[in-house]
């Protein structure tokens, strides 16, 4: 089960600060892109997050995007950012996770997944050797499978509301 509990819990990307990442000894993250930097299928960015990937990028933070999206979904979507990208990640399994870290050229104990699932998210991080950032939705999902989803992360997110796992001051 602990492989599930994300190592913080936020509501929206733009609260992953370089602060919060130095607290944590991060160093580079790996992005999710479906209701974590948009809405799911879209390709407009959330209002925002372009302007805090670049202002992460500034502080010295590296960034990629991974998605389990097809490439013609997610290159368009990552060029929008500026982002190396890997699409097709079949997460939660290590694949992507791993090529990714190679793509970021950093221990996996430096690196931080920032997305909106537990069991895709949160659990391929943790099978990785990697901290995990846990974020509500930005829209809710209309598919049966995500509904089911959701049902079963309750568990994992009421022990980790947002801002669980945030040290203060």
Do not use: H
């Amino acid at each position: 089960m602990l492989l599930l509990y994300p190592t913080v819990s936020l509501r929206r990307v733009q609260e992953v600060t370089p602060a919060l990442l130095r607290r944590l000894g991060v160093e580079a993250l790996i992005l999710d892109v479906d209701n974590t930097l948009s809405s799911p299928g879209s390709q407009t960015p959330a209002p925002g997050t372009q302007e805090w990937a670049r202002a992460l990028q500034r502080a010295g933070v590296r960034l990629v995007i991974l998605s389990n999206n097809r490439k013609k979904r997610v290159e368009p979507f990552a060029a929008q950012y500026g982002l190396p990208c890997l699409s097709r990640g079949c997460k939660p399994l290590p694949f992507g996770y791993w090529r990714a870290q190679a793509l970021l050229g950093v221990p996996a104990s430096r690196i931080a997944v920032v997305g909106d699932q537990v069991f895709t998210d949160v659990l391929g991080a943790g099978l990785c050797g990697m901290r995990s950032v846990l974020l509500e939705p930005v829209s809710q999902e209309s598919g049966v499978t995500f509904r089911v989803r959701r049902v079963l992360e309750r568990r994992v997110r009421s022990k980790f509301p947002p801002g669980a796992g945030v040290e203060k001051g």
